[in-house]
């Protein structure tokens, strides 16, 4: 019993004793709650010890499962007449009130509400319920830990009910779970009972072999290069001046042949004059692609496409140029007449040497329109050919 409710119990007890003579009130818990089995509650109400239960905590618990019995204490399960066992649930009479044997089976009671069955012969079971039928002549024919199934023995064939992973008639095929291709990027697939497995390649994880592995998560990279994940793999995006799979080498630096110092102390390019002959040069000078420049440009990242670009350009601009300077040569050459030839290099078209003195111009009339019929030629002049 509860300390709380023993507690409340004496002070109960000597109040009763000291208010000897005086009139119980009508709200009294202790008039109607079984103190033995009980306390009460402030408040006027019966509050049961473990074990019991009830208003007045005047029943006990019976033990659970308790059927058909009683309790005189606590957890206890007292059958009552025709019923025993542990759990008061099984009846004496069993073999005379309902026969449970089956197909002409015999009932035997045995005492303490058992019996057995005295079965006919093709017969068998506790209750004679099962018929010797294809599964006990075929003698447990399912492989795999299959069960083997034929209505009680009434059916004409037996049928294996298989555990899964397993098919056929007998439950003998182990069912191939790789068929389906469950593991990616080129797995091995190895098959089990009712489930597979999956052998990763390297770089690959996961059940499915679907989880790219980062090669960058050990930071292989040196010098503060950036590191580039790949299929179990990695690329090193190196600084400059490195260089390797990892940037580990250091890379040397580009010497290049030094010119003399001048007399002035400083050191002025080699400069590689790219010109056109003199009589078409025009203006101060074409083109000058010198080494510094070259240098400088190859410096600032210029790789051998952007070299080869920039020397296809410089030629065409020669060509350029060279053109412009052809087209002003001609056109100098017939705006003006120089003695002798005239400008004209063709043998066809020489003056005859009694008109070298005469000054040669160029007819201003439009190509096409010749002079009026019989009008002499104007004195100093000649008519274009």
């Known amino acids: 019993m509860p300390h709380g409710c023993r507690c409340l119990q004496l002070v109960s007890l000597l109040w009763i004793l000291g208010a000897s003579g005086q009139p119980t009130p009508a709200n009294d818990c202790s008039s109607h709650c079984d103190l033995a089995h009980g306390c009460c509650e402030p408040d006027g109400t019966c509050r049961c010890d473990p074990g019991w239960e009830g208003l007045h905590c005047e029943r006990c618990v019976r033990m659970p499962g308790c059927q058909h019995g009683t309790c005189h204490q606590p957890w206890q399960c007292i059958c009552h007449n025709g019923w025993a066992g542990k759990f008061c649930d099984k009846d004496e009479h069993i073999c005379t009130k309902q026969p449970p044997c089956q197909n002409g089976g015999k009932c035997v009671y045995e005492g303490d509400g058992e019996y057995h069955c005295v079965c006919p012969p093709g017969f068998h079971g506790h209750n004679c319920e099962r018929k010797t ?10 492989r795999n830990g299959g069960q083997c199934q034929d209505d009680q023995g009434f059916a004409k064939n037996f049928t294996c009910r298989c555990l899964a992973g397993f098919v056929g008639p007998r439950c003998e ?3 191939d779970d790789c068929l389906m291709r469950p593991c990616a990027n080129g797995a091995t697939c190895h098959d089990g009972i009712n489930r597979f497995s999956c052998h990763c390649p390297e770089g690959f994880a996961g059940r499915f072999c679907t989880i790219n592995l980062d090669d960058c998560a050990s930071r292989p990279c040196q010098h503060g290069a950036r590191c580039r994940d790949r299929v179990h793999d990695f690329d090193c995006l190196c600084p400059d001046g490195y260089g390797g799979k990892t940037c580990e080498i250091a890379l040397p630096a580009l010497d290049l042949p030094t010119e003399p110092e001048s007399a002035a102390g400083s050191t002025p390019a080699a400069v590689v ?3 056109v002959p003199a009589p078409f040069s025009v203006g101060a000078g ?13 410096e600032a990242g210029l790789g051998e496409s952007s070299l080869l670009v920039l020397v296809i350009f410089g030629v065409l601009t020669a060509t350029l140029v060279l053109t412009t ?5 001609w ?4 705006g003006h007449c120089p003695a002798g030839l005239c400008c004209y290099p063709f043998r066809q078209y020489a003056i005859p040497p009694e008109q070298h003195d005469q000054e040669c111009q160029v007819s201003m009339l439009p190509a096409g329109i010749s002079p009026p019929p019989g009008s002499p030629p104007e004195p100093g002049k000649t008519t274009a050919l």
Request: hydrophobic share 40%.
């Open 133 to 142: 039928g294809p599964c006990e002549h075929a003698g447990s024919p399912c």
């Open 173 to 175: 095929v182990n069912v």
């Open 273 to 275: 004059p790219f010109t």
């Open 286 to 298: 074409l083109l000058r692609i010198s080494v510094k420049e070259v240098v400088r440009r190859q």
């Open 325 to 329: 300077g052809l087209l002003i040569f």
């Open 331 to 334: 056109a100098w050459c017939h």
